[in-house]
């Protein structure tokens, strides 16, 4: 009997042994997954191919986003000099205007003395100061503007002249 349990024992060493180098064979072997549990590979490569192309798109609206504020700033300050442009000359021509009509009530009253045969040394001097200071009045506002056009045409000759020099 003793050699009967031996045997048996030994079978059962063997089956177990056995089962054994299954299990470990089995588990060192990929098993197939059925179709419905299987991971989509062409949705998981579209899926980082969306992702990838959403980077960009915020990369992008990135970069648009600080050109906008860089042309907001430019824009900004082309309106600032403008504006005080435009200031100098609403100036001038309050200056010129006024000069104009101060002059044109002097020559009035100088007519009516020369009308009347009364030569007026006051109102000759008061005239001709009088003209004087529209004619500065005039090139002032003429200065002005040629400044305005100088400082228009000087990024226009810088890229000419960067491009020259390229």
């Known amino acids: 009997m003793q050699d009967l349990e031996q045997r048996i024992a030994a079978a059962f060493a063997r089956?177990?042994?056995?089962?054994?180098?299954?299990a470990s064979q089995i588990a060192a072997t990929p098993q197939p997954v059925p179709g419905h549990l299987m991971p989509d590979v062409d949705l998981h490569t579209a899926l980082d191919e969306q992702r990838m192309a959403n980077a960009q798109l915020h990369e992008r609206l990135a970069i648009l986003k600080a050109h906008?504020?860089?042309?907001?700033q430019d824009l900004q300050a082309q309106v600032e000099t403008l504006t005080r442009h435009?200031?100098?000359?609403?100036?001038d021509?309050?200056?010129?205007?006024?000069?104009?009509?101060?002059?044109?009530?002097?020559?009035?009253?100088?007519?009516?003395?020369?009308?009347?045969?009364v030569v007026d040394p006051g109102l000759i001097n008061k005239?001709?100061?009088?003209?004087?200071?529209?004619?500065?009045?005039?090139r002032t506002a003429e200065v002005n503007e040629m400044n305005d056009i100088l400082s228009a045409l000087e990024p226009i000759l810088q890229a000419e002249e960067a491009?020259?020099?390229?």
Not at 163 to 166: E, S, Y
């Open 86 to 91: 435009l200031d100098a000359q609403g100036i």
């Open 163 to 166: 491009r020259a020099h390229a």
């Open 68 to 72: 906008a504020a860089d042309i907001e």
């Open 127 to 138: 005239a001709m100061m009088a003209e004087l200071d529209a004619l500065r009045a005039t």
């Open 93 to 117: 021509l309050q200056r010129l205007s006024s000069t104009v009509a101060q002059l044109r009530e002097d020559l009035r009253r100088l007519r009516e003395a020369a009308v009347q045969g």
């Open 15 to 22: 089956i177990s042994a056995g089962v054994d180098g299954m």
